[in-house]
């Protein structure tokens, strides 16, 4: 079992409606979590943290975390093309503090 | 400018070379990591330093070396042991204070 399950996609959502990306984890010691964008051909870009439950509202994002079900969300609000890309669920365990998991990936295309 | 650096953007080398790649951080983070990513999939962790002195194979480490003689420094060496070193690698460093992990801009490497 993978430490960061995602849905590889394609997402595609239509210009202005919101796009929701899920994410599970399997270690319940996890404590930190993380969603980053990678435009093709460029690094990861840390767009939300979050560390408790419940929301956590920046701009157009949204991160949710649910610690109980295991489970982290990012909804992106009026998403626009620009918003194509590949979004990554990380998580931060708690007794390693510095070791990071990575999820594969979610393609988000966003079409006009 | 704070950040992250990666040289060279592109490298090309003949198989059976060694080749190290440069990461260089301003970020005063006590933690590096070096991932490794193929095309279409996620991020694999190679190596990574908590602190100056000190590091730990990650998931992918065979064929791969490093040295942590700075904070702000941590190249990767790609021997000729490693099977199929073509890939896009990317370097991150990390704050304990919030666990983000930043990612440099990345070296593709091509070995032919």
């Known amino acids: 079992q993978k430490e960061v399950e995602q849905n590889s996609g394609p997402l595609s959502v239509p210009e202005g409606a919101i796009a929701s990306l899920n994410c599970t984890y399997s270690d319940r010691g996890s404590q930190s979590f993380f969603w980053y964008r990678q435009y093709s051909g460029k690094s990861p870009e840390l767009i939300m943290s979050i560390y408790s439950n419940g929301d956590k509202e920046d701009g157009r994002f949204t991160a949710q975390l649910n610690k109980a079900s295991q489970y982290v969300s990012l909804l992106i609000r009026d998403s626009q093309p620009s918003d194509s890309a590949t979004y990554l669920c990380a998580t931060l365990r708690l007794y390693n503090f510095n070791k990071f998991y990575f999820g594969s990936g979610t393609k988000l295309n966003v079409k006009p | 400018d704070g950040g992250i650096t990666q040289s060279p953007k592109y490298l090309f080398r003949k198989e059976g070379q060694n080749v190290t790649l440069s990461c260089e951080q301003n970020?005063?983070?006590?933690?590096m990591y070096w991932y490794r990513q193929d095309p279409g999939q996620g991020l694999r962790l190679i190596y990574y330093?908590?602190?100056?002195?000190?590091?730990q194979k990650g998931d992918i480490a065979e064929g791969y070396s490093v040295s942590r003689e700075k904070k702000e420094s941590f190249p990767l060496t790609v021997t000729s042991a490693q099977k199929n070193p073509t890939a896009f690698y990317l370097c991150?460093?990390?704050?304990?204070?919030?666990?983000?992990?930043?990612f440099g801009p990345g070296t593709r490497l091509t070995v032919t």
């Open positions: 970020l005063n983070h006590d933690a």
């Open positions: 991150a460093s990390s704050t304990e204070r919030t666990g983000e992990q930043y």
């Open positions: 330093s908590q602190i100056v002195n000190d590091f």
